[in-house]
């Protein structure tokens, strides 16, 4: 019933850029925040940014700040990654997740809705 579809992945030269789309289903994503996630061929899923649900908090591994930005549209019910100057070592899978609140626990902490991932590619 809870489903989060992310979109936007494919091949890419490095420089290039990308926009990734998490869009939910079943929920809204107001009352969620959400996080973007990696997996690199070989490597551990790792986080690379995260928005608080009212928006107001974000974010970003050190191997990203200045490139990625994170946002968030309620009303399409989707939150973006916008993804410039991409390099080769951004190759992974993304995924997006939603978290709920939880009393007394920062926001970015607990996940419970995981998208199935898109494949995103830098490559000359």
């Known amino acids: 019933q809870l489903q989060l579809v992310e979109s936007g992945g494919g091949l890419v030269q490095p420089g290039g850029s990308l926009r990734l789309s998490c869009a939910a289903s079943?929920?809204?994503?107001?009352?969620?925040?959400i996080g973007w996630f990696r997996q690199a061929p070989g490597k551990e899923r790792e986080g690379v940014s995260c928005i608080s649900s009212s928006g107001g908090s974000t974010n970003y591994a050190d191997s990203v700040k200045g490139r990625f930005t994170i946002s968030r549209d309620n009303a399409k019910n989707t939150v973006y990654l916008q993804m410039n100057s991409l390099k080769p070592e951004d190759t992974a899978v993304y995924y997006c997740?939603?978290?709920?609140?939880?009393?007394?626990?920062?926001?970015?902490?607990?996940?419970?809705?995981w998208g199935q991932g898109t494949l995103v590619t830098v490559s000359s």
């Open positions: 079943g929920f809204t994503l107001d009352y969620y925040a």
């Open positions: 997740a939603a978290g709920g609140v939880v009393a007394g626990i920062p926001p970015c902490r607990y996940f419970e809705v």
